[in-house]
């Protein structure tokens, strides 16, 4: 049986006058460069899941959020050629203070944008991005 680490992922989907805030990646993996997603991160050891998204949100797009409620839509599944299995925890998040910003000094992000909810379906997105989205939109209907 070959070792699998487990993770969790944190991420915000933030929604204002019928947009989300979302993220182009740059990341070293296939499945991930140049592809769109919410603001997210891996949970570091003993951190809490919402301070994580807390934090990297501050630290990549320069802006203070408020944790409006869970997404219960929590998805599960392998990655990064199955030496990751991916737990994906999404908040309901709003901002508190700030303007969207890229402030990532890591180089992973290439893009941020306001996205309209009806341009959503033409973006490339990173697996595991839509799932907790179309819950929140369907809970808002």
Known sequence: MQNIIQKILVTAIIIEDGKILMQKRTDDL???????TTPSRFVEFNEHPEDTIIREVKEELNIEIKIKSVIPSIDSFPNHK?????IYVAYECEIVDGEASNTDDDGDISDVKWISIEELDKLDTIRGTMPPINTLLSDQI
């Open 30 to 36: 296939d499945s991930h460069r140049d592809k769109w």
């Open 82 to 86: 199955d030496k990751f299995h991916t």
